[in-house]
């Protein structure tokens, strides 16, 4: 039976050093890139929702999409029909 080469493990001990190194700094900028994106659609869901508050009901106002634009109307509709223009 052949001996077990510490040698060739020793040699190749950089570049798996090398190889974990590179697998920690892609998962790193994986969840950052996660991160950011996560930050970015809850500013832009915050700025869809901060539209003030419904002078005819009391609801929040918020973005909506209609087949002629975007708008801003009431969260209470139907109850509620008030709307903005943009």
Known sequence: ????????????????MILLVL???VGILARLNYLVKTKINQ????I?????ICPQCG????MRKG????F????NYPN???TQNK
């Open 1 to 16: 039976m052949k001996e077990f080469s510490w040698n060739l493990v020793k040699g190749l001990m950089p570049y798996f």
């Open 23 to 25: 697998g920690i700094i």
């Open 43 to 46: 500013k832009i869901a915050s």
């Open 48 to 52: 869809k929702t901060d539209g003030g």
């Open 59 to 62: 609801g929040k106002l918020i």
């Open 67 to 70: 087949k002629y634009g975007s």
């Open 72 to 75: 801003i109307g009431c969260s």
């Open 80 to 82: 509620c029909r008030y």
